[in-house]
Nanobody, 122 residues
Framework: QVQMVESGGGLAQAGGSLRLSCAASGSIVSINAMGWYRQAPGKQRELVAVTSSGGRSNYADSVKGRFFISRDNAKRTVYLQMNSLKPEDTAVYYC????????????????WGQGTQVTVSS
């Protein structure tokens, strides 16, 4: 009933840029916070950036000033603009919605996308 589908990953050179998108589909009335997480091989999943429904954002220290999160509430989409990429940004990136409310009244918590690979070469 509810899906979050990421796009925009791929290969970039160090110093380059990529833009990720994640669209939520389904009969959604509202979404609370939306965010991006990443998981590198052999490491735990970590928060990259999160934005509230009102547009307030927080970032991991490692990406501050380089990555920018935004959302289009009408399109149920969250974006991650990644600039000045570094090899250590290489990971699978996942989008997340912490709470989705559907027209049926159902509530979905902690909904994840399938992940998109970002690889940064040096």
């Amino acid at each position: 009933q509810v899906q979050m589908v990421e796009s925009g990953g791929g290969l970039a050179q160090a110093g380059g840029s990529l833009r990720l998108s994640c669209a939520a589909s389904g009969s959604i009335v509202s979404i609370n916070a939306m965010g991006w997480y990443r998981q590198a091989p052999g490491k735990q999943r970590e928060l990259v950036a999160v934005t509230s429904s009102g547009g307030r954002s927080n970032y991991a220290d490692s990406v501050k000033g380089r990555f920018f999160i935004s959302r289009d509430n009408a399109k149920r989409t969250v974006y991650l603009q990644m600039n000045s990429l570094k090899p250590e940004d290489t990971a699978v990136y996942y989008c997340n919605a912490d709470r989705l409310i559907l027209r049926s009244g159902s509530t979905y918590y902690d909904t994840w996308g399938q992940g998109t690979q970002v690889t940064v070469s040096s």
